[in-house]
């Protein structure tokens, strides 16, 4: 049973129209990145209620208050204009999944660089956060005016930290979700120009915003409270542990991100392979990324067009010259020359094939012919040979070469037998003469470099022929020669029997003849 691809939600389906993706693109990307914001706001909050000291007010409740409330009206406001415009930004991605066309080569790229446009966008939001809540509480503390900057720059610090967090997850978030446009804009073709950041880049990013960031601010409170001892025992005690909480939280989800981000193409390149190997050569991967894995995903499709391509000249090889000598030929390559070889030949021509096409449409003669040599392959095959050429109306087999077969005398009899019953029975309206010899012959590919074939050559072939023609004449319309009788098994051997001899066109000496036997058939 062939297995199910995983990720298919990546292919576009055939009943989705662009519209429709570009819509489900839509609501996806901004409902992840308001949950991604919320997220992230709920972080400073957090840290400043539990952690950061606020502003030194009399009312400290007051200004829990007003940084909540400011958070929160922040938080609609900018997260609102933040998803219009981070989307406004992809409107020429949108534009011709919509329209059902082909990617210009600049909507391409905007498709592949989209999550930096929405990690800019991102920057800028928590930038501006960073900034206004820094006055805010600059504004709310009391004291003297380096007491106000240093509470309004923790307030800075603190905002710049989830920020910086955020924007990894935003990278993170935008890039899965918009891989089912890139996957349709890269259906193309990669190019050559690298329009993802590559695999070290996107590893480093979450662990740097997510890790080495906040690890680098325990850092810097340490020095504080070692220099200027503004945190107690317990204040110090507690953001180590807040922080290291989450600093171990978000950077975990950071990295598991970016590795599944890493791994489902990999997963999908595997089940892929398992495809190939269970000979489903019409499998394809979808290119969705403009880095190394994307690479990685078109050569995996060009290396089974080629797979199919190979498979498709294998077939019309094995068709044009036997299955047998196609596959010697691409196990053992192929060289001019021939060797000596104790080899069956049956050789079988229609009879008043002239007439036929003198009386009958081009059509009719080509149908007739093609279901007489419909029975002669499946025949030969059956028996263990195989048909070296067709010659206009007859039909060249040979047993025994290029492969060893055992009796093959044996089997080219009881194909003759089978053939002459099958084609009285199967095919109206023609009669086919069959002649059988055995003996040695050379057996080898025959030409130029450039235009060879394989064949069999010797005197068996010329005998083979000269009893087609003599067997014409007779009512059985199948000969073989007295000496194929010897080398045959006696199973078989004992279904004929000998017929006189005669001197046959071209030859020296008498052949003896036989036929099948009275029920030999």
């Known amino acids: 049973m062939r297995r199910s691809i995983p990720f298919a939600w990546l292919v576009p389906r055939r009943d989705e129209s662009g519209r429709d993706l570009a819509r489900r693109i839509r609501l996806t990307l901004t409902l992840s990145l308001v949950a991604a914001n919320v997220l992230g706001a709920a972080t400073v909050v957090a840290l400043g209620v539990l952690v950061l000291p606020l502003p030194t007010v009399e009312n400290e409740g007051t200004a829990v208050a007003v940084n909540v409330a400011a958070a929160g009206v922040y938080l609609l406001v900018f997260s609102t204009l933040g998803s219009w415009w981070g989307l406004r930004r992809l409107r020429a991605a949108q534009t011709w999944l919509e329209a059902e066309r082909p990617p210009t080569a600049e909507e391409r790229r905007i498709v592949l660089r989209g999550p930096r446009r929405i990690v800019a966008v991102q920057v800028t939001i928590w930038a501006i956060a960073a900034a206004f809540f820094g006055i805010l509480n600059f504004w709310l503390a009391k004291g003297t005016f380096a007491n106000q900057l240093d509470d309004g720059a923790r307030v800075t610090s603190l905002v710049l930290f989830a920020g910086l967090v955020n924007c990894a997850f935003a990278y993170l978030i935008a890039e899965r979700q918009l891989r089912p446009a890139a996957a349709r804009a890269l259906a193309a073709g990669l190019g ?18 997510a890790t080495a960031v906040p690890t680098l601010g325990l850092v810097v409170v340490g020095i504080s409270a070692l220099t200027e001892r503004d945190f107690s025992y317990n204040e110090l005690a507690l953001l180590m542990i807040v922080v290291g909480c989450v600093t171990i939280f978000f ?12 791994a489902d193409p990999i997963v999908h390149m595997r089940e892929a392979v398992h495809e190939v190997e269970d000979g489903h050569l019409d499998t394809h991967v979808p290119v969705y990324d403009g880095g190394e894995i994307g690479q990685l995903q078109a050569g995996f499709n060009a290396m089974v067009d080629g797979l199919r391509e190979r498979e498709r000249i294998q077939d019309l090889f094995g068709r044009h010259v036997g299955e047998e000598v196609a596959r010697k030929a691409l196990e053992q390559g192929i ?6 070889r104790d080899v069956a030949v049956l050789f079988t021509d229609v009879v008043g094939s002239t007439t036929i096409a003198a009386e009958r449409p081009p059509h009719e003669v080509v149908e007739l012919l093609n279901r007489f040599f419909a029975v002669v392959v499946e025949v030969v095959r059956k028996h263990g040979g195989w048909v070296n050429k067709f010659e206009g109306d007859a039909a060249l087999a040979v047993f025994g070469a290029p492969t060893n077969l055992d009796d093959a005398e044996g089997a080219a009899l009881a194909a003759g037998r089978e053939l002459a019953e099958r084609l009285g029975r199967e095919v109206e309206g023609l009669e086919a003469a069959i002649g059988i010899s055995a003996g040695r012959a050379v057996a080898g590919n025959i030409g130029e470099e450039s235009r060879f074939e394989y064949t069999v050559i010797g005197d068996p072939v010329n005998e083979a022929a000269r009893l087609t023609e003599l ?3 007779m009512p059985g319309r199948l000969l073989a020669s007295g000496a194929i009788l010897e080398r045959a098994g006696a199973a078989e051997a004992q279904r004929w029997r000998l017929d006189g001899a005669t001197t046959l066109r071209g030859r020296s000496q008498e052949t003896r003849l036989a036929v ?4 030999g058939r």
């Open 335 to 340: 060289e001019l020359g021939g060797e000596e």
């Open 192 to 209: 050559e120009r690298k329009l993802a950041p590559g695999i070290k880049s996107r590893m480093m990013l979450p662990w740097a915003a």
């Open 516 to 519: 099948p036997a009275e029920g």
């Open 251 to 262: 950077g975990g989800l950071a990295i598991f991100l970016a590795a599944r981000a890493l």
């Open 471 to 473: 067997a014409k004449e």
